[in-house]
């Protein structure tokens, strides 16, 4: 099988179903904006050991942003595909609280930055809020399953709880934000 089949050539794709769109869709933004979260994920996982904490709450993510993104794709009845469920999301609070719990509270609010890893973490959380308002934005043409939001609101969340988690761990200061002088 090639990898180029030359049928998006004229900028169109095609969607789970057989249906044609063009690669602009608002439904093609928000798969594609959830696959660039998760290679921003697998990114970050380049960073951390396979033995780490962080590692083992990532792996499982990437392949839910993988069911999530052929969910996304899928034009058809929108219960066809489920992929993420709401254990899912409660799964991914779990992983906050824990990550939370092993850092000292936030007290004001910190740069992105700190070690690779957490930086790495960083880009993944921003990539993920992308995916969460292209989503939103598709919600508003087309149903989409509101765990499927709710999993990437959650999402963000736990990266930038993990990035100041892999900071702790590395013990690499925390980069406070100052706001300018006036």
Not at 90 to 99: F, G, M, P, S, T
């Amino acid at each position: 099988m090639k990898l180029y089949t030359k049928r998006g050539d004229d900028g169109t794709t095609d969607l789970i179903g057989g249906s044609r769109v063009s690669k602009d869709a608002p439904r093609v933004t928000a798969y594609g904006d959830v696959d660039e979260t998760n290679s921003a994920i697998g990114l970050a996982l380049a960073a951390c050991g396979d033995d780490n904490t962080i590692f083992a709450i990532l792996r499982p993510i990437q392949s839910d942003l993988f069911s999530l993104g052929a969910e996304l794709a899928d034009a058809r009845d929108r219960d066809a595909t489920v992929s993420v469920t709401d254990g899912a999301v409660q799964q991914l609070e779990v992983w906050i609280d824990e990550a939370s719990a092993e850092v000292v509270p936030l007290k004001q609010f910190v740069l992105p930055g700190g070690s690779e890893l957490a930086a790495r973490l960083h880009v993944a959380r921003t990539v993920a809020r992308r995916a969460e308002r292209s989503t939103v934005s598709l919600s508003r043409v087309d149903p989409v399953r509101s765990t499927a939001l709710i999993y990437l609101n959650r999402l963000s969340d736990l990266l930038f709880a993990l990035a100041r988690l892999a900071n702790h761990q590395e013990k690499t200061e925390e980069i406070p934000w100052q706001p300018p002088r006036r």
